[in-house]
């Protein structure tokens, strides 16, 4: 394809170093940064997740644990401590870097095992899927050279485990293009209790009344073991007490003072505390002797607790004192300079003091006493309580503009105080020019994308360490508006505040310039550019009127949103009568005029007293009569005492809105004398409250109305009105559901206000009546296992109160529920469309008892179990659904079951489809092109899908205009292509492979002019050359006219 070309290529190659030396070596972390580009930039690629670059699992090389920690030393790191990330919360549609799920633990394998394997769990989430790697005493495991070593997702197996190969610290390192985390050390060890030594004890010989240490000398063993002491034969056991201890620091048996029945045979038993294994030592004869017996003798503290007892925060506590001595001595504890704490309890004949759940607060000297008629003697010791690394503030993810400043901190506490350490992609990090690291806080100045990446906080003591992790994203993207922001017209009238946002998004923050027409706008008192760019003009006017445009520019682009503001004349409103008198059962109209913009939309809306006028719920007495475009009217019929109050105009215009308002005063019909000071007002609501005013009138005219009367509330009476609109509603199998509109307040009469619901099958006789004492009950449901589906009923709806009962509602036939469906769907297909969507169709049948309302598709994983089945609803009569958001190369299962407002049917038969694979995550290499004035010919090199990907079919070429967001496509089975770019302007061009799970990773863009046919004659033409090879290409070239088109 390139001979052509006719061309004498020189090639001189250059070796690029990367950029970043200190990377776990294998690591992609140069690409970390360069793949969270924003979407829709004009002058670099554009990612989505859909088309993201996804790097192959890197090659394993030499990794080693953090260079401050030696490979001996030993931290103890307990499994609660791990931390999970927010990210595990995240939106499974968005890349982003590891984060654990599970953490390894430490793990004691028993050599006597049958099972003859070890599991060290480790678990991650993350997009894309990450890869694991483990690390043994800190240097990594070649899983790929040893058989015994096995990765099952994750988690390490070790086939056949041996102590002396396997035991030690083990760490998983997970990884995805956005780096690398490191989780906590698990400690392997080997649990194990060996043989006694055969050889024959020698017998101990001593005086009755004089004390004894009988050796146990335990063999080898681990992890711990349990002491205890068999007299003679096996099970007979020596019974603890204030002459006898069984120390479980030493195994020794002590016995303070050796009694006739102490003599026979002694044998120390161990017990493994993993294995439960038990060995017994040979016996030790205890003999008396016989030159006289042993005096009086104060007390020897013969095993006590050391000198500094250390214990975690939380756990339990024993400290061990017991002496030998004639007569038996006593033991007592004391906390010098304090008081026992009162949890602490006393054990084996107050041999053992044992302190549960220790806490900071029981530290201090504590001394053990023992004391007999002879003397005293005594010991002290220190109890020295420490707590692991706790945190208390972790890192959160942080994304930053390119330049600026990370600032980092986590806090935990601990005792001694933990010291802390951070590390980048599983590696240690250290200060250099622009990063500083003091007391968790860790600063990196002007960021670049080398920067981004995964990072770890690692908070230890002598005790333990504690690991937080979070994700570094650096923004570098062109300026893009949202589509709300988009080319948008603004009317406002004269006076009014414009606000015309220009909140561009993108990295690093562009700036910001604004132009009325062609003119740079200039800011003043009325007129401002807010700090987050958005223009706002103060007391507009027609000279504001115009197209304002606001452009945002950073580094990698621009991009241009434009806005025509139009001012209109402020709109006013007439609303008469002004002030009206009126009485009760007369009518009235008012009357609203609008003087607005005749290029104006306008419209009204009527209240009283501050509320929307309901013309529907109001009994015919309001009515809204639109006289003409300008103006509207509301007729107010047959005018109640209820009437009285404020009534509003408002009209609204797409520019403005205003209103008024008027008061109606109600009058009764009656005019009362002069001389009159009182006056029954007559029929009335019953229990509802009222205030009254009086109002004076001569023949000159009607003075104001008086201040309103106290509230005064009518007496009770029986209810008048039904419930209206009585229906039924859907409801399960055997229900009847009848719903009414409730009675409102004021016609409900008196206290104790309900409904009686009565109903019968049609064509019977007799009703059945339910009670309903809510007032605000809106329904009541009747279930009978006996009625079919869809029988029809009568039904009325009652009320009643303290007074009586009403009359009911008219009688209206509605039928039982049909409840649920019944069938479940059938012909159920699933067909993979790509490789994150599946389409799933299916039909119904018809004939089957509950009609659906719609359908929910069920669907998991393979690995997964049903329960866990995410779950998708249609609505109405869809037969058919496209699950998306799904993942690659990975087999799901389906059901399809209809629900209605009863509930839900049965699922169908569970059916199978597997997404495809991911698309080529190698983008097109070595892109060339030439130019021949508006025809660009292009040629790359192939692509190659990976054993999990998805096989190549063929190619797209994207280009498009810049500035302009619409991609023209052109698709080939070749790797070359000729694009004509039919007007002038610079053209962004990209190449991607395309395959059944969808377009692969697309080129790095090029940039083209084009002269919109004009000809570029042969000494004008070049050709350029996009590598994206690890290496720079340097061309020396001599050009001949090129041949034809390709």
């Known amino acids: 394809m390139w001979l052509s070309w006719k061309l004498f290529l020189f090639l001189s190659l250059t070796g690029c170093l990367s950029e970043y030396s200190e990377a776990v070596p294998g690591l992609p972390t140069s690409y970390a940064a360069i793949l969270r580009l924003k979407s829709g930039s004009s002058s670099l690629p554009s990612f989505n997740s859909k088309n993201r670059p996804r790097l192959s699992s890197p090659s394993i090389g030499s990794v080693s644990s953090p260079a401050w920690r030696g490979a001996a030393q030993h931290y103890h790191s307990p499994t609660n401590l791990y931390h999970f990330s927010e990210a595990f919360k995240r939106d499974e549609s968005v890349d982003y870097g590891p984060v654990f799920v599970q953490e390894p633990g430490d793990v004691i394998f028993p050599t006597d095992s049958e099972e003859k394997k070890v599991f060290l769990n480790c678990q991650a989430r993350g997009n894309p899927t990450p890869t694991y790697r483990w690390l043994r005493n800190g240097t990594e495991i070649d899983i790929e050279s040893d058989y015994r070593y096995s990765l099952i997702e994750g988690s390490l197996m070790i086939n056949n485990p041996s102590e002396m190969k396997d035991s030690g610290q083990y760490q998983c390192l997970t990884t995805n293009m956005f780096g690398s985390i490191l989780s906590r050390e698990a400690v392997l060890q080997f649990a194990y209790l060996g043989n006694f030594s055969g050889r024959t004890r020698s017998a101990v010989s001593v005086r009755e009344g004089q004390g004894v240490v009988l050796m146990c000398s335990p063999p080898l063993h681990s992890p711990e073991i349990i002491y205890s002491w068999v007299f003679n034969e096996f099970p007979s056991f020596v019974t603890e007490d204030s002459r006898r201890f069984i120390s479980q620091e030493t195994g020794n048996l002590y016995i303070s003072k050796v009694q006739t029945s102490d003599v026979g045979s002694y044998i120390c038993l161990v017990k493994n505390t993993v294995t439960n294994a038990r060995v017994l030592s040979p016996p030790t004869p205890l003999t008396l002797r016989n030159d006289g017996v042993m005096g009086e003798y104060e007390p020897k503290i013969e095993v006590h607790f050391p000198y500094t007892v250390t214990a975690a925060r939380g756990t339990t506590v024993k400290m061990e004192c017991f002496a030998l001595g004639n007569p038996v001595p006593t033991i007592s504890w004391k906390k010098v300079n304090g008081h026992n704490p009162s949890k602490a309890r006393l054990r084996k004949s107050q041999a053992v003091l044992e302190i549960p759940n220790v806490q900071l607060e029981d530290a201090g000297m504590y001394e053990c006493k023992a004391e007999n008629s002879r003397g005293r003697n005594v010991f002290r010791g220190q109890l020295q309580v420490y707590t692991y690394p706790h945190w208390v503030e972790k890192l959160n993810d942080t994304q930053l503009d390119s330049g600026d400043q990370l600032r980092w901190e986590c806090k935990a506490t601990g005792k001694p105080r933990p010291t802390y350490h951070w590390l980048k992609n599983g590696v240690p990090l250290w200060p250099q020019n622009r990063i500083e690291m003091v007391n968790g806080v860790l600063v990196i100045h002007s960021v670049n994308v080398s920067d981004a990446g995964m990072y770890q906080c690692l908070a230890e003591n002598k005790y333990g360490t504690i690991y937080a992790s979070a994700e570094l994203k650096i923004l570098a993207s062109a300026p893009t508006f949202p589509l709300n922001q988009m080319r948008k017209t603004i009317i406002i009238t004269k006076g009014q505040e414009v606000l015309i946002e220009c909140k561009p998004q993108a990295s690093p923050k562009p700036t910001i310039t604004w132009k009325k027409g062609e003119k740079a706008i200039r800011e003043s008192k009325r007129i401002t550019i807010l700090p987050h760019g958005s223009l706002r003009i103060l007391n507009a006017s027609k000279s504001d009127e115009g197209r304002y445009s606001c452009q945002g520019v950073n580094v990698f682009g621009s991009a241009e949103i434009i806005a025509s503001v139009s001012v209109k004349e402020p709109t006013r409103i007439e609303l008469t009568p002004k002030k009206i008198e009126l009485t009760v059962g007369e009518s009235i109209v008012l009357s609203c005029k609008a003087l607005h913009d005749s290029t104006l939309d306008v419209t009204f809306y009527w209240t009283l007293n501050g509320h929307p006028i309901d013309f529907e719920k109001e009994g015919g007495h309001f009515e809204s009569i639109k006289a003409q475009a300008s103006s509207a009217d509301l007729m107010i019929r047959n005018i109640l005492l209820m009437h009285a109050g404020r009534y509003g105009c408002r009209v609204q215009t797409t520019a403005d809105t205003v209103s008024d308002e008027t008061e109606l005063l109600v009058r009764v019909p009656d005019v009362i004398s002069g001389d009159m000071e009182s006056a029954m007002a007559v029929e009335l609501n019953p229990w509802v409250e009222y205030e009254?005013?009086?109002?004076?009138?001569?023949?000159?005219?009607?003075?104001?109305?008086?201040?309103?009367?106290?509230?005064?509330?009518?007496?009770?009476?029986?209810?008048?009105?039904?419930?209206?609109?009585?229906?039924?509603?859907?409801?399960?199998?055997?229900?009847?559901?009848?719903?009414?509109?409730?009675?409102?307040?004021?016609?409900?009469?008196?206290?104790?206000?309900?409904?009686?619901?009565?109903?019968?099958?049609?064509?019977?006789?007799?009703?059945?009546?339910?009670?309903?004492?809510?007032?605000?009950?809106?329904?009541?449901?009747?279930?009978?296992?006996?009625?079919?589906?869809?029988?029809?009923?009568?039904?009325?709806?009652?009320?009643?109160?303290?007074?009586?009962?009403?009359?009911?509602?008219?009688?209206v036939v509605i039928c039982s529920a049909e409840g649920e469906p019944t069938a479940a769907p059938i012909d159920v297909k699933a067909t993979s469309l790509s490789v994150?969507?599946?389409?799933?169709?299916?039909?119904?049948?018809?004939?089957?008892?509950?009609?659906?309302?719609?359908?929910?598709?069920?669907?998991?994983?393979?690995?997964?179990?049903?329960?866990?089945?995410?779950?998708?609803?249609?609505?109405?009569?869809?037969?058919?659904?496209?699950?998306?958001?799904?993942?690659?190369?990975?087999?799901?299962?389906?059901?399809?079951?209809?629900?209605?407002?009863?509930?839900?049917?049965?699922?169908?038969?569970?059916?199978?489809?597997?997404?495809?694979?991911?698309?080529?995550?190698?983008?097109?290499?070595?892109?060339?092109?030439?130019?021949?004035?508006?025809?660009?010919?292009?040629?790359?090199?192939?692509?190659?899908?990976?054993?999990?990907?998805?096989?190549?079919?063929?190619?797209?070429?994207?280009?498009?205009?810049?500035?302009?967001?619409?991609?023209?496509?052109?698709?080939?089975q070749k790797t070359s292509a000729v694009v004509l770019l039919p007007d002038v302007g610079v053209y962004i061009i990209e190449v991607c492979a395309v395959s059944e799970g969808g377009d692969g990773t697309a080129s790095p863009q090029i940039r083209v002019p084009s002269l919109a046919g004009g000809k570029v004659t042969s000494a004008q033409s070049t050709l350029h050359v996009l590598s994206t090879s690890s290496s720079s290409v340097t061309l020396i070239l001599a050009l001949m006219v090129p041949s034809a088109s390709w």
Do not use: C
Request: aromatic content about 10%.
């Open 836 to 972: 994150s969507e599946i389409l799933v169709a299916w039909k119904h049948i018809k004939e089957s008892l509950g009609r659906p309302q719609g359908f929910e598709v069920g669907y998991w994983k393979d690995m997964e179990q049903e329960e866990a089945a995410e779950k998708v609803k249609t609505e109405g009569n869809e037969s058919s659904i496209l699950l998306t958001g799904l993942e690659g190369n990975t087999l799901y299962h389906l059901t399809v079951r209809a629900y209605n407002a009863a509930g839900y049917g049965p699922p169908s038969t569970a059916v199978q489809a597997a997404t495809k694979k991911s698309p080529p995550s190698q983008a097109p290499g070595n892109v060339m092109w030439i130019q021949d004035g508006s025809h660009v010919s292009l040629g790359w090199e192939p692509v190659k899908s990976l054993a999990n990907e998805s096989d190549v079919k063929g190619y797209k070429v994207f280009f498009r205009q810049e500035g302009q967001s619409n991609s023209q496509v052109i698709e080939t």
């Open 692 to 811: 009254f005013r009086v109002v004076a009138t001569n023949k000159i005219g009607t003075g104001d109305p008086s201040t309103p009367s106290r509230v005064i509330r009518t007496n009770e009476a029986v209810p008048k009105t039904p419930p209206a609109n009585v229906s039924g509603r859907s409801g399960r199998r055997h229900e009847l559901v009848i719903a009414w509109e409730p009675v409102s307040e004021e016609f409900q009469n008196g206290q104790g206000f309900g409904y009686i619901v009565a109903f019968r099958p049609n064509g019977t006789r007799g009703w059945k009546e339910k009670m309903v004492t809510s007032s605000d009950a809106s329904k009541f449901i009747y279930r009978d296992e006996s009625v079919p589906p869809l029988t029809p009923f009568e039904v009325k709806v009652g009320v009643y109160n303290n007074k009586g009962d009403g009359p009911f509602s008219p009688i």
